[in-house]
């Protein structure tokens, strides 16, 4: 059995995909090692004289790392994007930008969980108070997202469509004069 090895496009970079794959296994690693961590004996217990459990700082350290992570990763993704896609630059440029958002909106929802178990008991009465903040965070790069993706609905669901009709026509044995001419009105 043989098997067909892939390889990426002439246009994209070897060190940006390196780069990419690099953060993306790191940030699961380090998901994987948070996630052993706290199945470690004693881990729940509470740092004397505080609110907050062995388990809640080790999260804190994991998550500022992750987001971290997940920061620097945003705009890689969309340069990997930028250099994969094919397509006319307006579009390529919006699909990037929606892939930099989502991986900015995915790290303040990250940062959010993750730091809740150590800061929220230290508000008290106050978690409120977090909630708030982090929804501030989020909500600029959720209305920007919504935005890129309302204004490139349009421009991505032509090219899908060209793209498309291209692929169907020259399996129908049709090349693309044959298209241009039935476009132009030739029967």
């Known amino acids: 059995m043989s098997l ?9 970079d070897r060190d940006t995909v390196q780069s990419v794959s690099k953060l993306l296994l790191a940030t699961l690693s380090l998901i994987g090692l948070l996630y052993l ?13 505080t609110p907050i459990t062995f388990a809640a700082i080790a999260s804190v350290i994991a998550t500022v790392t992750v ?9 890689a993704l969309a340069d990997l994007v930028r250099s994969t896609f094919d397509g006319p630059a307006s579009v ?8 930099h958002l989502f991986v900015v ?5 990250v940062a959010h969980r993750g730091l809740a178990p150590a800061i929220v008991p230290l508000l008290e009465g106050g978690a409120w108070v977090y909630d708030v903040v982090f929804l501030a965070l ?3 790069p959720l209305g920007i997202l919504a935005a890129r993706l309302y204004v490139s609905l349009d421009p991505i669901a032509e ?5 498309v009709t291209r692929a169907e026509s020259t399996r129908n044995g049709n090349t693309d004069e044959d298209a241009v001419a039935t476009e132009g009105g030739e029967h």
Do not use: C, H, M, Q
């Not at 067909?4 to 994209?12: F, I, K, L, N, S």
């Not at 909106?105 to 929802?109: K, Q, S």
């Open 4 to 12: 067909d090895r892939y390889t990426a496009p002439a246009g994209v």
């Open 37 to 49: 961590a706290s199945l470690l004996p004693g881990i729940d217990r509470l740092v004397p004289g």
């Open 67 to 75: 987001v971290g992570l997940l920061l620097f990763l945003a705009p």
């Open 92 to 99: 390529v440029d919006d699909v990037a930008s929606i892939v």
């Open 105 to 109: 909106l995915v790290a303040v929802l």
């Open 138 to 140: 989020a909500l600029p």
């Open 159 to 163: 090219l899908l469509a060209d793209k």
